[in-house]
């Protein structure tokens, strides 16, 4: 601690230094107790290596500003961070900087408070349902067609029904409506949307349903963003258009809706098609349809024409002589062909019998030969085969000679 600040002695009046009345009223300061003060942040200054952040703090009614020497430590828990404009509540004890003479406040603890803290928390819920993918564009389904029926959660003879109701029945006139009527603003508003969400989505003709609010506050915009109603439109099995306030106004209803309309009556446009032009559409389809048969028509009379005009259709009877006289002919030929198979046969036979006649021994003995054969009946083919005085047998051309062999000559 740093000693007493002593004054110099100028007669009769003792006058301290600058830095001597800096001291002395920062020693006094220091030991007042901590106080809350709650302010709105107007500039922040910190970098990495400082141990200490700076922010000023300001009185939004009456435009005072206080300096504030923050840890890191405590600024950085803070989550999400601090943003100019954020409200806090800062606990901390007055000090002065002696060598400028500035007032500030040593913060010991700081926590976002009101609007700021709110905003803070659906940041969080925000973050935290992303991360469980609720607002993944794969998870959005489709709008129908043609609704059956359009479920529309309101509130009591609010502007937000009659914009939804009349912009849709001007849009498609056949169009039908199931309304709920719950409070969409309040402590109440969440309990009852709850309900008139469960209870049309349990509704078989309901195909979908428009969750529509007019402008308000940021404050009465708050039901929709309720992590129980964001869930509980994740898990209906109806498509939801989230129609809250005005284009610029995004609850976390809006992100985990299948579709998101800036406005009620934008949504009225969404979920009902345009009857003009389904209607333009149909006329185009069934004049295009029209053609498309004439034309067809067209090209089945001209086939026909065609066809008619081929001479098997003007003389059908020609068409039948001209087959009865290829039956005649195919008739001639069946009848030719076994007496001229017979006939080819017979000779291929003869050739054949002239060639094996040629061939065979009968035709070697007319010639004057002779076929010598032992007892045995066996062809002999050499002289040393026999022996002298050994009968054999003598084949001729006509008839057979039984001899004795005199003599063998090799």
């Known amino acids: 601690m740093s000693a007493k600040p002593q004054p110099v ?37 910190q970098q990495s290596g400082w141990t200490y952040a700076y922010l000023t703090l300001k009185d939004p009614g009456e435009g005072a500003s206080l300096q504030a020497l923050v840890p890191r430590s405590r600024l950085e828990a803070i989550q999400p961070p601090l943003r100019p404009g954020d409200r806090v509540h800062a606990r901390g004890r007055a000090e002065l900087y002696a060598k400028r003479g500035e007032l500030r406040l040593r913060v010991s603890a700081i926590e976002p408070f009101g609007l700021g803290l709110v905003l803070r928390q659906i940041e969080e819920l925000k973050r935290r349902l992303g991360e469980e993918g609720l607002f993944a564009p794969d998870r959005k389904r489709p709008l129908p067609l043609l609704p059956r029926v359009v479920g529309v959660i309101c509130g009591r003879d609010a502007a937000a029904k009659r914009d939804v109701i009349e912009t849709a029945g001007v849009r498609y006139p056949p169009a039908r409506f199931r309304v709920a009527e719950a409070a969409v603003q309040g402590p109440g508003a969440v309990p009852q949307i709850l309900a008139a969400l469960e209870r049309l989505d349990r509704d078989d003709e309901v195909d979908v349903i428009v969750l529509a609010r007019g402008g308000g506050s940021f404050e009465d915009l708050l039901p929709f963003s309720d992590e129980r109603l964001v869930r509980a439109v994740a898990r209906c099995r109806t498509p939801v258009v989230s129609a809250i306030g005005h284009e610029q106004d995004t609850p976390i209803v809006d992100h985990v809706a299948d579709v998101r309309a800036g406005t009620p009556s934008l949504a009225a446009r969404l979920v009902v098609p345009d009857y003009a032009a389904i209607t333009a559409d149909l006329d185009d389809l069934a004049a295009r349809a029209g053609r498309a048969l004439q034309t067809r028509t067209h090209r089945c009379r001209e086939s026909l024409a065609m066809l008619v005009s081929r001479p ?24 030719r062909w076994p007496g001229g198979r017979l006939e080819r046969e017979r000779v291929r036979i003869g050739h054949a019998f002239d060639r094996l006649r040629l061939l065979g021994p009968a035709a070697t003995l007319d010639r004057g030969y002779a076929i010598v054969q032992d007892a045995a009946g066996t062809v002999v083919t050499a002289a040393e085969a026999v022996t002298a005085g050994q009968r054999i047998g003598v084949r001729l051309s006509q008839g057979r000679i039984a001899a004795t062999v005199e003599e063998v000559t090799e």
């Not at 001597?20 to 942040?41: A, C, M, S, T, Y």
């Not at 068409?319 to 069946?334: C, K, M, N, P, Q």
């Open 312 to 335: 098997a259709f003007a003389d059908p009877r020609s068409w039948i002589t001209v087959r009865r006289e290829s039956l005649l002919r195919v008739r001639d030929g069946l009848d």
């Open 9 to 45: 002695q100028y007669g009769d009046r003792q006058v301290y230094s600058v830095a001597g009345f800096n001291h002395g009223v920062g020693g006094w300061l220091q030991r007042l107790p901590e106080v809350w003060v709650d302010g709105e942040v107007a500039e922040m200054k």
